[in-house]
């Protein structure tokens, strides 16, 4: 079957593309429309043109519910270099989500933007086309190509979405997400040859556009204390009386609410950070002993890859992110990027002072697709660490849990304290409230987060 695109235009484009990939600029493209079998016909001959090896195609089925849909969209964002293909994207599963509250859709438009500054900030240049499907011109595709014959539960359907919703929902959204940075680009289409023509020149000026102009970042951030500090007058000596009863009692309840989670639709987030030897990794198993391993994944996040340096810094964490009805356990997580990287260098000021916007729209896009996030912060005194420091050094079974980075993390620990404070401030939201845990104690903490974890869970299933 021969190509649809011109081959002037098919060279200008793999050149192009050399360009992206020589120049290691992460682009994503992504393409809405009310015709799944448009957009994919499209798609399909963009993809021809193009060199395999630097482009990679996803298409997102609406039929895809929950946190693990989001985390599914976010994990095929390019990495540097790469083109990638949307056949729908964060947009079809907004329209699908929308169930007649305008506020709830307004929150999920205020969403979408700034995920899409965050895309940009970190360096992905997002493209942005809508193929406006007139329903005569459908109506000759359907005849063309046999559309109406195609039925039945499988990716020959296409799509999965509400038509009548889409085409009465979409063109909203789109008015209230052309942004000046990232605009939406709109063709009408016509013949599939005349519209992969149209596509394929409006692909070539924007790739254009970003390789000679390149795109300005966001004004400058600033952390801002916006919430409350639940450290601030914390008693760090919590009670464990009578610790075996309670932490039975409270093991059963959690099985018990894990079961409801699991046909809920729901998800649940569980994010622990904290001092080192603060207790984290003790507190994480004897909560997860409670629950049903086949529902529950622990994340322990250790130093990014080369493969994760290529990508947007969330990115490395949506693999983790949990699908409907399933619990996710961070033992470690994405706010290395507002204590560890500023403190060690290993981001700019400008990436700092930004983080805390970014990581507040990425916990709001997780609990507006389903998720429950709680956040755990693990606190101690500075005496409490260095015995437990010692314990470790003196134990020929824990001596490998301490290392010289922990001993020069800890010369550094009124800088650690100003930036902890200065994340939870900026990041202590309603929807992704941060904990403070008195840890001094071992079991009074693990019991603490036991009975936080069941409070929260009664809160959202049972009401």
């Avoid at 595709?141 to 009548?164: C, K, P, Q, W």
């Avoid at 000679?212 to 951030?221: I, L």
């Avoid at 810094?313 to 706010?335: C, E, I, N, Q």
């Avoid at 409490?384 to 134990?395: G, H, I, S, V």
């Amino acid at each position: 079957m021969r190509s649809l695109i011109p081959d002037d235009l098919d060279d200008e484009l793999n050149s192009l593309q050399m360009d992206i990939a020589s120049r290691q600029i992460p682009v994503a493209v992504i393409f809405e429309g009310g015709s799944g079998h448009v957009i994919s016909k499209v798609i399909n001959e963009i993809n021809r043109g193009l060199e395999p090896m630097g482009v990679s195609y996803h298409h997102f089925d609406a039929k895809n519910k929950g946190t693990g849909a989001f985390a599914e969209l976010l994990n095929a964002t390019p990495g540097k270099g790469e083109i990638v293909l949307y056949d729908r994207s964060w947009y079809s599963m907004a329209v699908d989500w929308f169930d007649g509250d305008d506020e709830q859709m307004e929150q999920r438009v205020e969403s979408i933007n700034r995920f899409e500054e965050y895309l940009m900030d970190n360096g992905t240049y997002v493209i942005k086309i809508g193929l406006d499907v007139k329903l005569q011109t459908l109506r000759k595709y359907a005849e063309e190509y046999g559309m109406n014959r195609v039925t039945g539960d499988t990716f020959l359907s296409v799509d999965h979405i509400d038509r009548v919703k889409y085409r009465a929902v979409m063109p909203e959204i789109i008015r209230k997400t052309d942004t000046k940075r990232v605009p939406w680009d709109i063709i009408e289409t016509t013949g599939v040859e005349d519209t992969v023509k149209a596509t394929v020149k409006l692909l070539i000026k924007r790739l254009r556009q970003c390789l000679d102009k390149g795109w300005e970042k966001s004004e400058k951030k600033e952390i801002c204390k916006m919430f409350s500090n639940p450290r601030k007058g914390l008693d760090l000596n919590g009670d464990s009386k009578d610790y075996g009863n309670r932490m039975d009692i409270l093991s059963g309840e959690l099985e018990r609410l894990q079961n409801i989670l699991a046909i809920s639709g729901r998800s649940l987030v569980l994010c622990f950070e904290g001092w080192d030897a603060a207790g984290k990794g003790g507190a994480i198993k004897h909560m997860c002993h409670a629950m049903n391993p086949r529902g529950y994944t622990v994340a322990r996040i250790k130093a990014p890859t080369d493969i994760d340096y290529a990508h947007t810094y969330l990115w490395r964490f949506a693999k983790h992110l949990p699908s409907a009805g399933r619990v996710s356990v961070f033992d470690r997580t994405w706010y290395g990027r507002m204590m560890v990287e500023p403190i060690e260098g290993f981001c700019d000021d400008d990436e700092y002072c930004r983080s805390a916007e970014e990581i507040n729209n990425f916990e709001k896009m997780i609990t507006e697709t389903g998720g429950i996030v709680v956040k755990f912060w693990l606190d101690i005194d500075k005496d409490t660490q260095l015995e437990r420091f010692n314990e470790r050094q003196n134990d020929p079974l824990k001596q490998w849990k301490l290392t010289d980075e922990d001993w020069r993390n800890r010369e550094k620990w009124d800088k650690y304290e100003e930036y902890i404070n200065a994340m939870i401030y900026a990041t202590n939201t309603s929807y992704a409230p941060w904990v403070a845990v008195p840890a001094n104690n071992k079991k009074a903490a693990r019991l603490f987060v036991l009975e936080t974890v069941i409070s929260k869970l009664k809160e959202v299933l049972e009401n």
